[in-house]
């Protein structure tokens, strides 16, 4: 059996330092110092409430820690995916240096690093300004393209529905009861689907 080189051999991947993080009187993480190399399996063995969850979450950027820092030093999936939405110059930023959009794009780059034949959406755009929505919706497209995906998008914003939309599946009393293209959906006079929407508004 082939011996595993000694970890100061090989090239770090993340590197934590200094990693703190607390809920309020709770202190989770003390002073977190971790190193992970190029093709090591590491394990984090611990008991529950440990912060083992809390510190990966921290990594992928899910949770902020409230000093400290997670550097990611070399890795291509991560890297391929961030440059996929445009944010490769983010790699070293906490969640809490980033916007609303920049987070909604990080959201999808982790997600394509699984290389995931479906996407699901929930509210892409919800508290995004005018310009920001518009490049979401043009991120969109351009996963859908690029990576050949399939995708459900749950979204109240119409903009979003007509711009990124193939199909349009109007939920209404329980029931897909119309389904489309944008226009078949809203070119009707139906009463229930006109209170949600004048079609003719953005026309």
Do not use: W
């Amino acid at each position: 059996m082939e011996k595993k080189k000694a970890t100061s051999d090989l090239e770090k991947v993340i590197e934590i330092k200094g990693l703190y993080k607390s809920f309020g009187n709770y202190h989770v993480l003390k002073g977190v110092d971790l190193d992970l190399y190029n093709r090591e399996n590491l394990v984090v063995l611990g008991k529950s409430g440990t912060g083992k969850s809390v510190l990966i979450k921290i990594v992928v950027g899910l949770l902020t820690p409230d000093s400290g820092e997670v550097k990611v030093l070399k890795n291509s999936a991560v890297e391929e995916m961030l440059d996929a939405v445009g944010l490769l110059s983010t790699i070293n930023q906490m969640p809490s240096e980033l916007s609303g959009g920049q987070r909604k794009r990080i959201g999808i780059a982790r997600t394509l690093i699984l290389r995931p034949e479906i996407m699901l959406y929930d509210e892409p755009t919800a508290g995004l300004d005018p310009i920001t929505c518009l490049e979401i919706n043009s991120l969109i497209n351009e996963v859908q393209e690029r990576f050949n995906t399939s995708s459900i998008i749950i979204t109240h914003d119409l903009t979003c529905a007509k711009a990124v939309g193939n199909r349009v599946a109007m939920l209404l009393d329980g029931k897909f009861e119309r389904q489309g293209t944008f226009e078949e959906v809203f070119n009707t006079n139906d009463e229930r689907v006109k209170p949600f929407y004048d079609y003719n508004f953005i026309q």
